[in-house]
């Protein structure tokens, strides 16, 4: 039996304007980490993997957040673990690709990307267990749209991104006795400018090993989202100062309070003899268009 679940969440919010997550830009010195591991043997093995990264614009640094402040601030947080491990001797087949980037990325390209194929056949019952685990969470005080968005068209649908704290979190887990696992995760929130979707994704297929032979024991997928958003209480107002002069625009953001909350978890788990076992799991936030209420005039 083919197992697939697809999630797609998209956020609406203020006159029509989807705004949600906008990222968070590069600090000034990036780096690059590339890890790649194979392993065909028969044996025992272990490996692991983990990265928990915060980065902030924060005028204070880290050490300043909390609070952030009352506007143009935010913080995001993400953690990739990775963690396999064989319990007895067994023929093992094991490839993993790690790519980590602090620059920013844009659509298509990824800060965290993890790539795991694991083929194992244990010997007088001896089992495989792996876990992946992928993690995001945003937190930012009300933007100023031109501030974060390179599109100079932007502005016009919408003069201010909300305040929100939103999270995903995506993983999975096997432990069987013959596998052939193959595992993706990927995420998105150091970028350029906000013109760019934050995004996540954890996927997992298990097949069978060989024709007829297929791969026995546990699979376990699951995904858990929490969203919190402002609707942005932004008054624009346009006027003249005096004839002499063009048009001034003046923006005042006031207090944004919580305006919409969504909590999300889905676990799907398999036993037995599994021919087939594919979970798809995606988390996307970005702002997708609509237009503000009319500014209002100066006297």
Not at 156 to 164: E, L, Q
Not at 179 to 204: K, Q, W, Y
Not at 267 to 273: A, I, K, L, N, R
Request: a negative charge; hydrophobic letters at 40%; aromatic letters at 6%.
């Amino acid at each position: 039996m083919k197992k697939l679940a697809i999630l797609i969440i998209g956020l609406t919010l203020l006159a029509g304007v989807a705004m949600a997550d906008h990222g968070i830009p590069p600090v000034p010195e990036t780096q690059g980490i590339v890890t790649s591991t194979t392993i065909d043997s028969v044996g025992n093995f272990a490996s692991s993997s983990e990265i928990q990264w915060r980065i902030t614009d924060s005028e204070g640094g880290l050490p300043g957040v909390p609070p952030l402040a009352f506007i143009d601030e935010s913080i995001y947080e993400s953690v990739y673990t990775e963690d396999t491990v064989s319990n007895g001797v067994g023929l093992i087949f094991y490839d993993k690709e790690l790519d980590i980037e602090t620059s920013g990325q844009i659509s298509g390209e990824w800060n965290i990307d993890a790539l795991k194929e694991l083929a194992f056949v244990g010997i007088d019952g001896a089992r495989v267990t792996s876990s992946d685990t992928i993690f995001i969470d945003g937190a930012s005080i009300q933007y100023v749209t031109e501030e974060v968005m390179i599109c100079p068209f932007a502005s016009a649908a919408t003069s201010g991104f909300p305040s929100y704290c939103n999270r995903a979190e995506a993983g999975s887990t096997i432990d069987m006795t013959v596998a052939n696992v193959r595992t993706t995760s990927t995420d998105r929130f150091v970028m350029p400018s906000g013109d760019h979707p934050v995004e996540l994704n954890h996927d997992i297929l298990v097949t069978e090993l060989i024709d007829d032979l297929p791969s026995q024991g546990m699979a376990s997928a699951s995904m858990e989202v929490l969203i919190q958003e402002g609707r942005g209480n932004i008054v624009v107002i346009e006027g003249e100062v005096n004839p002499q002069q063009n048009g001034i625009l003046i923006i005042v953001i006031g207090p944004d309070p919580l305006m919409e909350r969504i909590e999300f978890s889905e676990e799907t788990t398999v036993s037995g003899d599994i021919t087939t076992f594919e979970k798809l799991m995606h988390y996307e936030s970005m702002l997708t268009g609509g237009s503000d209420p009319a500014p209002l005039p100066i006297k």
